[in-house]
C-alpha cells in the first residue's frame, strides 16, 4: 500500500484551494485537462516572465508581470498580458539599471490583489513556460499565498532544459551540460532578436521566440504530443 501513503503525501504538499469564485473558476479549468496523447499544437502555453526586486525567492517582491500565449506554433500577440504591481517604490539604482522600471510606473500600476486574480483569469489550465521558470513560479507562488491564500496547479516548461534536450542527440539522455543555455546565449544561436530586454513584456516575448524555435526543432524529431514532451 506504498503508493497509497505516497498519494496522501503528495496531497498534503498541495492544500486545497481557498473556496472563492476566483479560485474555483480557475480550478474548474483543469477538469478539460491535457492528456498524453494531446498534439502539443492543441495545447495553450503560456510565455512568462517577472521582473523582481532581487533573486531572493523568500523576501524579493514582483515588480511586473509580462506574458503572451502560444498555441499551433504561433505567437499570438493579441493574447497577452502585463502589468506592473503596485509597491512602496524602493529600487535602487542598480535595479533600475536592470529592469528599467522607475517610481513613475506606479502611476498606471494595479495593486498585487486585482493583478494576481486577473493573471487566474487570464492563465486558467495553460502550460506555463519560461526561461529558468523554477524561479517565476516560486515568486508568483509566494504572492498567490501571500495575496490570495492559494498557489498554482498549472504544469511549467522550462527553455533553459528544452535547449538542453535539443542540443542532446539522443534528446533526454547525454545532455550536453557544457553548452551556454542562458536567454542572451540562446538568443544568439538561434537567431532570435532581441528587444526591450530585462522588461517582463519584453522578455516574455523574446522567450516565445526561442520557445518556438525549440519546439520546431523537437517537432521534426517526432516530439508531436504532450506525453512524449512531458512525460
Not at 524561479?135 to 527553455?159: C, E, M, S, Y
Amino acid at each position: 500500500m506504498s503508493w497509497l501513503k505516497n498519494l496522501f503525501r503528495f496531497e498534503k504538499l498541495i492544500p486545497p484551494l481557498p473556496d472563492t469564485a476566483y479560485w474555483q473558476a480557475y480550478q474548474q479549468s483543469f477538469e478539460q485537462a491535457y492528456l498524453k496523447k494531446t498534439p502539443l499544437r492543441y495545447i495553450r502555453f503560456v510565455v512568462l516572465d517577472t521582473e523582481t526586486t532581487g533573486l531572493d525567492i523568500k523576501k524579493d517582491k514582483i515588480l511586473s508581470i509580462g506574458a503572451v500565449a502560444v498555441k499551433n506554433q504561433k505567437i499570438h500577440i493579441e493574447d497577452r498580458f502585463e502589468y506592473y504591481v503596485k509597491q512602496i517604490y524602493e529600487g535602487g539604482k542598480a535595479g533600475i539599471k536592470i529592469h528599467g522600471i522607475l517610481p513613475k510606473h506606479n502611476v498606471d500600476a494595479q495593486s498585487p490583489e486585482k493583478i494576481l486574480i486577473d493573471l487566474l483569469v487570464y492563465l486558467k489550465n495553460s502550460v506555463i513556460v519560461g526561461h529558468h521558470i523554477g524561479f517565476d513560479f516560486a515568486v508568483l507562488n509566494r504572492a498567490f499565498q501571500q495575496h490570495l491564500g492559494g498557489q498554482l496547479r498549472n504544469k511549467i516548461l522550462d527553455t533553459a532544459l528544452l535547449a538542453k534536450r535539443v542540443q542532446s542527440p539522443f534528446y533526454k539522455s547525454n545532455i550536453d551540460n557544457n553548452q551556454p543555455h542562458s536567454l542572451d546565449a540562446l538568443c544568439l544561436q538561434y537567431d532570435v532578436p532581441v528587444y526591450n530586454r530585462h522588461t517582463a513584456g519584453g522578455d516574455a516575448i523574446i522567450t516565445a521566440l526561442l520557445f518556438l524555435k525549440l519546439m520546431g526543432k523537437l517537432e521534426k524529431r517526432g516530439i508531436k504530443r504532450w506525453g512524449v514532451l512531458y512525460g
